[in-house]
């Protein structure tokens, strides 16, 4: 099964970086995702790792160590707007997403 | 217009009645999928279907069943529905071929509350 850990809350300024945490625990790996979703609203897709390392997407990026099980993402120049629940996700082998609890980011001018 | 799209948006029903969600897709997707949504928590997959004729239980199944009528229709049933069956539920499709990483698209939700 998979075992998937990220932070239940985070709080940051506008303007600032905010690193949000993911680890899991999984009996097969076929990427993970993150998904960000506004209070209400169906989530939207963000960002995808399948090999170690960073993938950058403007003000979003994304890092992935598979021997650590350990990602996380990273948002700069945070706006309010960015005041959202993130979802980690990881795919298996069935090709199936279990998803993370989500952490909930509160930007604060 | 949008490309997945669920029915009812909002639903209010009594215990024990059958309720039925639907969800529609114009993207052109094999796969798709259910979820459910408690306040503060993830996303738990209830069913998925990767073509018309394959359907698999997912890690909350009991007490849902799901009918896969087409490549573009996937509805979700409650038999008889209890007050713990309360949530926000979402429908889901991807492709091998999807987005750019096979990633979900989802639908708008269908918020269910069981008296």
């Known amino acids: 099964g998979q075992n998937i850990d990220q932070p239940t809350e985070m709080t940051a300024t506008e303007g600032a970086i905010v690193q949000i945490n993911c680890t899991y625990q999984?009996?097969?790996?076929?990427?993970l995702f993150w998904y960000q979703q506004h209070a209400g609203e169906a989530p939207t897709f963000l960002s995808y790792?399948?090999?170690?390392g960073l993938e950058e997407k403007g003000r979003f990026s994304s890092f992935l160590s598979r021997s650590k099980g350990y990602s996380y993402l990273l948002l700069k120049e945070l706006q309010m707007k960015d005041s959202a629940s993130y979802l980690c996700?990881?795919?298996?082998?069935?090709?199936?997403?279990?998803f993370g609890d989500g952490t909930t980011l509160t930007v604060k001018p | 217009d949008a490309d997945v799209t669920q029915t009812p948006r909002n639903r209010i029903t009594k215990t024990g009645k059958r309720i039925m969600l639907e969800c529609s897709q114009t993207?052109?997707?094999?796969?798709m999928y259910w979820y459910r949504q408690d306040p503060g928590l993830g996303l738990q997959l209830i069913y998925y279907?990767?073509?018309?004729?394959?359907?698999n239980k997912g890690e909350i199944s009991d007490g849902y069943s799901v009918s896969r009528q087409a490549q573009a229709k996937f509805s979700l049933s409650l038999e008889s529905a209890i007050p713990n069956q309360t949530a926000l539920y979402f429908c889901?499709?991807?492709?091998?071929?999807?987005?750019?990483?096979?990633?979900?698209?989802f639908g708008p939700g269908t918020r269910l509350t069981v008296l």
């Open positions: 993207k052109g997707h094999d796969r």
């Open positions: 790792n399948v090999l170690d």
């Open positions: 996700a990881v795919r298996g082998n069935a090709g199936k997403s279990t």
């Open positions: 889901a499709t991807s492709d091998l071929a999807s987005g750019d990483h096979n990633e979900q698209f």
């Open positions: 999984t009996s097969g790996f076929n990427g």
């Open positions: 279907s990767f073509d018309v004729k394959d359907i």
